[in-house]
């Protein structure tokens, strides 16, 4: 049986990338400006306080001179849900998806950041071999796509961190390691910022988790409990620190804290840590079977 | 906390020693971008850098621009998309041959510089000012002009000569009086670390 395309699908994922890449690199989500907003509010520290208001001050400018709000584009990195009912194959979604990156890159233009990890040479508009970079899911009986962009900038994720705990080191070492890794990251991933946290898994997928997690709305919860439970833990104690804005002392060192798991081996324990910067960067659409694009879906 | 105004390059290096760390400065004057790439061909693979660097205000930018056309000599005219500032600890070994060989009297960046830095930038006469890291869109601003361009091979890691005006603010992150925000802020969060896994 073969399915007729009336629509240019491949088209449309592309326009949606394209979109989704500039958009999220102008326009911050409004979660992190109420996040960035009581940041400030409750920071005390002169400095601190300096710093945040600098950054309310950054993101009015980029609204009203449509600017980027960081010149860092980053490595463009998009999360897919597929429906298993959507008529484009993902191979056809990873070619749109790559175009579309191209295609903004060059017709803004955007700071082209991609290079080939050895000879260190440009290797075209924010595209290369495996790059972009996208995390897939497959979800039944569905017949759209769910397409998310994070820019991710290099400054955060030079800041992630791997650690094999044992079992013995139990939910007690898990927590020193996210503490010791934000507290040694300092100001380099331009705090406060949202701590990723993969929990379980593999090293590999506890890592991917990681990543997740940053991607995620500013202070949503882990549906399981017991995590979330955890991440309002560390999200206290990390703000503990006294890292404060931008590494220069003071109250907030974190916006949130999001953990994402996995379960795990019965003599694993990974811990996986993926800093996102104060810009968290995130922009979402969501693209039907007909190609309509609706850029207000946010997940 | 004292405010002050500079403007570079600088010829008096009182200039430099009037301030302390957690100052704040606004810069006036010219500027020059530098990054991995750019201090990799000066100090690693030995080329002399075609700028006069004594004096100067070196910001760790990649700058985001839009080509305008080439003049009579063949370089390049660019004008500004968006320009930041990037993390400057991954450069700070170049710190020290900086202000020994090239006489460079500030460097501006975001999330600081190690320890290492803080004997070098005391013995020359340096500082490092923080910006705020991601705050691109208000940097851009204070930006008039991108005057000069110098290796275009090594787009966007170029050497860049910026004009601007009211840069900043600035905070004095490291001091030439051996102050550093960086070493007093992990210091005390090293101690509180301690007190917090005491709690687990």
Redesign the interface.
Known sequence: MSTEVTTDLAGAVEDAAAHLYVWALKDIPQDLRDALAAARDRETS??GK??LE??H???S??DE?K???????GIAVYTCRVGEHFPLHPARIYASLKAGTARATVE????SNAVHTIT?E?TGPNIGYRLPIVHWDFIPDWDGLDVKCVPK???SE?MSFLKMCVPADGV?GI??FV??SI?GA?????PPGIVGVGIGGSADYAMYLAKEAIARPVGTRNQDPIVAQLEDELYG?LN?????P????GDVTVLQCHIEHADTHMTLNPVAVNYQ???ARRASAHIAADGTIDFDREF | MASHEVTFPITDPNEILKLRAGDEVTVQGHIIGIRDRTQIRIFDQGVEPPMDLTGAFLLHTAPGVRKLGTDSEGRGKYEKVCIGTTTSARMVRFTEPLGEQYAVRAICGKGGFPDEAIEPMQRLGMVYFAIVGGAAALETTQIEEIEEVMWEELMPECLWKFRVKDFGPLIVGIDAHGGSLYHDVQARAQEKLKELYARL
Do not use: F, Y
């Open positions: 002169t400095t300096r710093v600098i950054i001050k950054n993101v400018i980029a001179q600017n980027l709000v960081c010149q860092d584009t803004h233009p955007l700071r260190r440009n900038g290099s400054g030079n007690k927590k020193q503490l010791e507290v300092g100001g380099k991933p331009c104690l503990e620190t006294g890292i404060g931008m590494g220069l002392g910067c104060w810009a």
